[in-house]
T-cell receptor
C-alpha cells in the first residue's frame, strides 16, 4: 500500500534546532520530497532525496533511509519566518507523488 | 521568476453551479496537476495531464473534469458544485529533472460552496 506519516504539529524555539520526521510505505519508491507551505500560500520545494544519507542546504538538511522507510527534515538556527507547514511526499516509479498531511511548525521567541 | 498563476484566490458559489478554475504556467512544463487540500489530509490528486489534450484521473476525480487545450493552461471544472467540494484547490506544473518530478504550485483557489 501507499502511506505517509508525519507529526501533525511541532513547537520549537527561535534559534534552536528541530527535526521533523516522516515515515513512508510506497510501492516502487523512487524518492522523497520536502516542501514548505506558509499559511495561505503555495507549497515551495525544499529538497529531494533518492539515495540514503544527508543532504545539506544552508540551514535546512534532509535525510533518507530507504531500508527503514524514513526521512527527516532538520532545520537549524530557527527563525520566526520558518513557522510554516512542512509537507513530506514520496514518489513512486511512475513519478506520482503521495503526500503526507503536513507538519505545522510553530516557532516561539 | 517562474510562475503558476491561478485565476481566482477566493470564490463563493451555490450548490449546483458550474465552476471553472483556471491555471496558467509560464515555464513550458509538460506536466500539470490539480490537487485539493483539506485540513488534516495530504494533498489529493484530482486530475493530471502530461500533454496537450491529454488527461488522466487522479485519486479523487468524481465530480470534476479538466481541460487542456493549450500547453500552458489547465482548467478544472466542477459541473455541479456541491458543499463537499468546499476546499483549497492547488494547481501545479512540473518538469522531471534528474529523475525527480519537481512540482511548482500556484497560490491556490479557495472555493466555498453554499
Amino acid at each position: 500500500g501507499q502511506n505517509i506519516d508525519q507529526p501533525t504539529e511541532m513547537t520549537a524555539t527561535e534559534g534552536a534546532i528541530v527535526q521533523i520526521n516522516c515515515t513512508y510505505q510506497t510501492s516502487g519508491f523512487n524518492g522523497l520530497f520536502w516542501y514548505q507551505q506558509h499559511a495561505g500560500e503555495a507549497p515551495t520545494f525544499l529538497s529531494y532525496n533518492v539515495l540514503d544519507g544527508l543532504e545539506e542546504k544552508g540551514r535546512f538538511s534532509s535525510f533518507l533511509s530507504r531500508s527503514k522507510g524514513y526521512s527527516y527534515l532538520l532545520l537549524k538556527e530557527l527563525q520566526m519566518k520558518d513557522s510554516a507547514s512542512y509537507l513530506c511526499a514520496s514518489m513512486d516509479s511512475n513519478y506520482q507523488l503521495i503526500w503526507g498531511a503536513g507538519t505545522k511548525l510553530i516557532i516561539k521567541p | 521568476d517562474v510562475k503558476v498563476t491561478q485565476s481566482s484566490r477566493y470564490l463563493v458559489k451555490r450548490t449546483g453551479e458550474k465552476v471553472f478554475l483556471e491555471c496558467v504556467q509560464d515555464m513550458d512544463h509538460e506536466n500539470m496537476f490539480w490537487y485539493r487540500q483539506d485540513p488534516g489530509l495530504g494533498l489529493r490528486l484530482i486530475y493530471f495531464s502530461y500533454d496537450v489534450k491529454m488527461k488522466e484521473k487522479g485519486d479523487i476525480p468524481e465530480g470534476y473534469s479538466v481541460s487542456r487545450e493549450k500547453k500552458e493552461r489547465f482548467s478544472l471544472i466542477l459541473e455541479s458544485a456541491s458543499t463537499n467540494q468546499t476546499s483549497m484547490y492547488l494547481c501545479a506544473s512540473s518538469l522531471i529533472i534528474s529523475g525527480a518530478n519537481v512540482l511548482t504550485f500556484g497560490a491556490g483557489s479557495r472555493l466555498t460552496v453554499l
